[in-house]
């Protein structure tokens, strides 16, 4: 079955990085639409970027110019690379994949951003 693991959260100081991963695995990894979402406390889970099995990537306006969201066909993981952290992007972090008419999210990664 589809299986989507997240790892590289945790806590960062504001204006440091982190660099999430998501290992997936049960699908044709090359063939989906990768996204990540995160949720924070009390607000409802907003999309954070997205790529295409054709590259074509999205960002949401607030993590543009800061995220960078990429993908390693290779290795079936996606990853996003968060610069100049700022403490409104604490969140519970999703990595969803997309596909073949399936849909399948992951368990989620906490990131904190905090002094």
């Known amino acids: 079955q589809v299986q989507l693991v997240e790892s590289g959260g945790g806590l960062v100081q504001p204006g440091g990085s982190l660099r999430l991963s998501c290992a997936a695995s049960?699908?044709?990894?090359?063939?989906?639409?990768m996204y990540w979402y995160r949720q924070a406390p009390g607000k409802e889970r907003e999309l954070v970027a997205s790529?295409?099995?054709?590259?074509?990537?999205t960002y949401a306006d607030s993590t543009k110019g800061r995220f960078t969201i990429s993908r390693d066909n290779s290795k079936n993981t996606v990853f996003l690379q968060m610069n100049s952290l700022k403490s409104e992007d604490t969140a519970v972090y999703y990595c969803?994949?997309?596909?073949?008419?399936?849909?399948?999210w992951g368990q989620g990664i906490q990131v904190t951003v905090s002094s």
């Open positions: 969803f994949a997309s596909g073949s008419g399936r849909d399948s």
């Open positions: 049960g699908f044709t990894f090359s063939t989906f639409a």
């Open positions: 790529r295409t099995n054709t590259d074509d990537t």
